[in-house]
């Protein structure tokens, strides 16, 4: 089991810049991939960014140049730094996490919501 807490989410101007963070605990060592999601009302969940447990990472194609994903595997938590940040970023943005223990098993927490003011 993983599990997974965002933390850093909040209400951010327009133009400014957010770090969110995810705590992981658990079997962290069956952590294969983590990544960040996000969801707006009627509309399913999306792909930030991932990194791999090598580093190697994957933006979606709209974010790349301002968002970085990162991993500290000490401190077994995850990063998104989210610079020159636009109203249409508003999202509950989750935490991913897919661990190889068992199979392949993906992980979730809860979300932490981010509100950009215009």
């Known amino acids: 089991q993983v599990q997974l807490v965002e933390s850093g989410g909040g209400l951010v101007q327009a133009g400014g810049s957010l770090r969110l963070s995810c705590a992981a605990s658990?079997?962290?060592?069956?952590?294969?991939?983590m990544g960040w999601y996000r969801q707006t009302p009627g509309k399913e969940r999306e792909l930030v960014a991932r990194i791999t447990s090598g580093g190697d990472t994957h933006y979606r194609e709209s974010e790349k140049g301002r968002v970085t994903i990162s991993r500290d595997k000490a401190k077994n938590t995850l990063y998104l730094q989210m610079d020159s940040m636009k109203p249409e970023d508003a999202a509950v943005y989750y935490c991913?996490?897919?661990?190889?223990?068992?199979?392949?098993?993906?992980?979730w927490g809860q979300g932490t919501q981010v509100t950009v003011s215009s």
């Open positions: 658990g079997n962290t060592i069956s952590i294969s991939r």
């Open positions: 991913n996490a897919l661990s190889m223990a068992t199979g392949w098993t993906d992980y």
